[in-house]
Nanobody
Framework: QVQLVESGGGLVQPGGSLRLSCAAS????????MAWYRQAPGKGREQVAT???????GYADSVKGRFTISRDNAKNTIYLQMNTLEPEDTAVYFC?????????WGQGTQVTVSS
């Protein structure tokens, strides 16, 4: 059973930065894809950034140029560096992993962007 544990959320002012971490119980490079999703109050879950087993990355248009997904294979951890945060980025952020036809989710971490 794969376990994903997110951390790094919090309250930040507009224009600020946060780095989210997702620690996996298995080798992050072995997953077909890992991703960050977010869910704002009253809205559906939105894919924010993805990274494949080969290291290819993708981003939602709303975060391109501001967010960066990365991976540390030695620590079995992926990260989401979030810069120039906006109030619209306020959401619960979830880590996701896909492997052998099974999708795994973390418990989520709250990010609030407010002055």
């Amino acid at each position: 059973q794969v376990q994903l544990v997110e951390s790094g959320g919090g309250l930040v002012q507009p224009g600020g930065s946060l780095r989210l971490s997702c620690a996996a119980s298995g080798s992050v490079s072995s997953f077909n894809t890992m991703a960050w999703y977010r869910q704002a109050p009253g809205k559906g879950r939105e894919q924010v950034a993805t990274i494949t087993g080969s290291g290819s990355k993708g981003y939602a248009d709303s975060v391109k140029g501001r967010f960066t997904i990365s991976r540390d294979n030695a620590k079995n951890t992926i990260y989401l560096q979030m810069n120039t945060l906006e109030p619209e980025d306020t959401a619960v952020y979830f880590c996701n992993a896909f492997q052998y036809g099974v999708v795994y989710w973390g418990q989520g971490t709250q990010v609030t962007v407010s002055s």
